[in-house]
């Protein structure tokens, strides 16, 4: 195997030079980092990342916290973030919380001093080691109370979504939150469908706002289990929002199930525009998040290109699952 000291012999400078090219830390001239980078290219040299990380007492890790693995949405948003992160040499790794137990990852990820944690599970987790994270100039994204750098604007995207509702003459609109309950009081798309219901004169009816244990829970198998539970309710509901386009999908299963035609006997909202959604059957209308913006807009603020808040935008995708009442 190539070591630095042979890089640096091929390329007629100090091994000092080479690390310096390596790690991005230091002068050095351009025509050196050339030479450098050309012996590197040519001895097909493979730095080693962790006496890097040693030395800088941090590596070039960005750590993901994910709770629903499964969800298209995630791995979407991850692919963004890898892209936008190889642009400057640093590594994204996906970590799965599986019920919750954050506190051993995060554990783990403090042993390691990754530069930056995006937590893109549905809680906050305040923890132990904070310290440690913040001596070792770690970023934290929804790691704590103070920490949200970005923000995704949900309410654009239901207004237009109930708009969309009221002009096609819906009026007793569901919503499959799937969430657990404390979640759901507290999940943007739910606070404004609950803060402008009247408004847009829909019934307001909080029985059929149901919640779940997702992300605990797939995200179909909780729009299946919620789709079932609001037939059997006998509550009147005529379109039915949901939180994710997962939801959705398990949602349609249930009503094709019952006999129910999408969208003649029930219109169907879901959210995130996931790339499938317009081989549903039918193309289902959504809410869509720019989510190469998103997963950018936190490899910015990790590697410090931005200080401030970052709000995503959303809009509505019309397709085929909404049905126009005012029609004849």
Avoid at 12 to 23: E, F, M
Avoid at 45 to 58: D, M, Q, V
Avoid at 181 to 198: G, H, I, M, S, Y
Wanted: glycine share 6%; hydrophobic share 40%.
């Amino acid at each position: 195997m190539v070591t630095k000291k042979e890089v640096a012999e091929y390329a007629g400078v100090s091994t000092a030079t080479v690390s310096r090219v390596i790690n991005g830390v230091g002068y050095i001239s351009r025509e050196a980092e050339q030479k450098v980078r050309k012996a590197i290219a040519e001895l097909k040299y493979i730095p080693n990342k962790l006496a890097g990380n040693l030395a800088r007492n941090r590596s070039n890790l960005i750590a993901v916290l994910v709770e629903d693995l499964i969800n298209p949405y995630y791995m979407t948003l991850v692919d963004a973030m890898v892209e936008r992160a190889n642009v400057d040499n640093y590594v994204v790794a996906a970590f799965a919380i599986k019920n919750r137990d954050v506190q051993r990852v995060l554990e783990d990820l403090a042993a390691n001093r990754v530069c930056g944690i995006v937590n893109l599970a549905m809680f906050t987790c305040d923890f132990s080691c904070y310290d440690v994270f913040s001596e070792a100039g770690t970023k934290l994204i929804n790691c704590t109370a103070d920490s949200s750098m970005v923000s995704i604007d949900y309410r654009t995207g239901m207004h237009e979504a109930m708009a969309y509702l009221q002009r096609t003459g819906h009026k007793n609109v569901a919503f499959i939150a799937g969430l657990e309950e404390w979640l759901t009081q507290k999940d943007a798309r739910v606070c404004c469908f609950t803060e402008n219901r009247a408004a847009y004169g829909f019934a307001e009816n909080d029985k059929t706002i149901l919640s779940a244990d997702y992300p605990l829970s797939k995200a179909y198998d909780v729009g299946f289990a919620l789709a079932e539970r609001l037939i059997r309710a006998n509550e009147p509901f005529d379109a039915v929002l949901c939180l994710t386009d997962m939801m959705a999908m398990g949602a349609l299963k249930a009503f094709y199930n019952h006999g129910l035609r999408i969208p003649d006997d029930v219109s169907v909202i879901g959210c995130d525009n996931l790339e499938f959604t317009p081989y549903f059957q039918p193309a289902l209308t959504t809410i869509s998040v720019d989510t190469r913006a998103e997963g950018f807009a936190y490899i910015d603020y990790v590697l410090g290109k931005t200080d401030t808040v970052t709000s995503i935008p959303t809009h509505l995708v019309i397709r085929d699952s909404v049905k126009d009442n005012t029609r004849g």
